[in-house]
């Protein structure tokens, strides 16, 4: 830093004030860092052509719902709780790739929830989806 006293006289500074370069390399280095990692996320691949073909048939899911009173239904059916795991294992026995897609209430408590979950575990249902709302 250079200080200017009455016997220097008029002498002109010759230094460059190199803080405002700094300043502005540190944005940028930061700029660059941060965006760095998003332009390498994706891979850049010409895919081959191949004729159209028909996707897999797939199976209607079976739906096990839970509504605010409680009450089970599956596919529409009310039926009691006792009852869920006799159904899925007789369901299962028929399809053994049985997709089972749980639908249960807000306001219903955990505890019924969790023993619905429970019968579907005992009666050997491996493919289960919880279905929510997203915001």
């Known amino acids: 830093m250079a200080f200017n006293t009455k016997d220097d006289g008029d002498d002109i500074m010759g230094e460059i004030n190199v803080t405002p370069l700094v300043d ?14 998003l332009l390498t996320n994706a891979v850049h691949v010409n895919l081959p052509k191949t ?6 048939e797939e199976k209607e899911a079976v739906y096990l719902s839970v509504d605010a009173q409680g009450k089970i239904f599956i596919d529409k059916k009310e039926i009691a709780i006792e009852t869920i795991e006799s159904e899925l294992k007789s369901r ?7 997709a089972l897609n749980l639908n249960a209430d807000d306001g219903v408590q955990y505890g019924t929830v969790a023993k619905v979950m429970s019968s579907i575990e005992r009666a050997g249902v491996t493919k289960l989806s919880v279905l929510t709302l997203s915001n």
Do not use: G, H, Q, S
């Not at 502005?24 to 990692?37: D, N, R, S, Y």
């Not at 004729?51 to 897999?56: D, K, S």
């Not at 299962?92 to 049985?98: F, M, Q, S, V």
């Open 24 to 37: 502005v390399m540190l944005v940028l280095l930061v700029v660059f860092i941060v965006t760095a990692p």
């Open 51 to 56: 004729e159209e073909t028909a996707p897999p």
């Open 92 to 98: 299962k026995a028929a399809d053994p790739e049985l």
